[in-house]
């Protein structure tokens, strides 16, 4: 079975701008989560999907956003960057969710906003 | 908000040399993660628990839910170990809250 797979893998963008993220579960996986790691505060939970609904969501602004598709494929949008959002971005698919059992995480998205 | 503690920060060790790395947790959970992060960045889920021990190789994780801690022991350590070991816990349904890390450097 192929792994999570992210794209893209490097980013640079600008203070303003807005960006999309894409993340490929494993087939057959319903859950999406994504995180933000920074070397300052860690890996930080964003939100998580399943099957196409929200489960669970982080405590960020409202500029970060997300959705799933029904081919479980998920998408994180953050609008107005700020210098702040560079960050390594992550995805983990699981089958059943992030609270029932082991996560499988993405090689991340490296996010540079300048 | 359960706080997650992990030590050490750094951790060097020679080629061999049995390692433990400490995670504590505020709150009760209702399972912990062993997490390994390579320098390229991606995150490999090394151990879920919420009770006892696990073995996998060179690698054990206990977890006392009394004492609200967890170890992480690699035995015969080797420099293809060296990365960042990252605990996570959750209650329940709520998401997954992350210690900062453990930085393990083995040398040969």
């Known amino acids: 079975k192929a792994g999570v797979t992210q794209t893209p893998r490097y980013l640079i963008k600008t203070r303003g701008q807005q960006v999309t993220l894409s993340c490929s579960p494993i087939?057959?996986?319903?859950?999406v989560s994504w995180y933000q790691q920074t070397p300052g505060q860690g890996l930080q939970f964003l939100f998580e999907?399943?099957?196409?609904?929200?489960?669970n969501k982080g405590n960020f602004p409202g500029r970060f956003s997300g959705r799933q598709f029904s081919n479980s494929r998920s998408e994180m949008n953050v609008s107005t960057l700020e210098l702040g959002d560079s960050a390594l971005y992550l995805c983990?698919?699981?089958?059943?969710?992030?609270?029932?059992?082991?996560?499988?995480f993405g090689p991340g998205t490296r996010l540079t906003v300048t | 908000k359960n706080e997650v503690e992990q030590s050490p920060q750094n951790l060097t060790a020679q080629e061999g040399e049995f390692i433990t790395i400490n995670c504590s947790y505020s709150?009760?959970?209702?399972?912990l993660h062993w997490l390994q992060q390579h320098p390229g960045g991606g995150i490999v889920s090394l151990f879920m628990?919420?009770?006892g021990k696990k073995k996998h190789g060179r690698l054990i994780a206990t977890i006392n839910i009394q004492e609200k801690h967890s170890s992480l022991h690699i035995t015969a350590s080797h420099p293809r170990d060296s990365a960042v070991y990252i605990c996570?816990?959750?209650?329940?349904?709520?998401?997954?809250?992350f210690g900062k890390g453990t930085r393990l450097s083995v040398i040969a």
């Open positions: 983990a698919s699981s089958p059943l969710g992030q609270s029932n059992g082991e996560q499988y």
């Open positions: 087939s057959g996986h319903r859950s």
């Open positions: 999907y399943f099957s196409e609904t929200q489960r």
């Open positions: 709150v009760g959970i209702s399972a």
């Open positions: 628990l919420s009770s």
């Open positions: 996570a816990v959750r209650e329940g349904n709520t998401p997954l809250v």
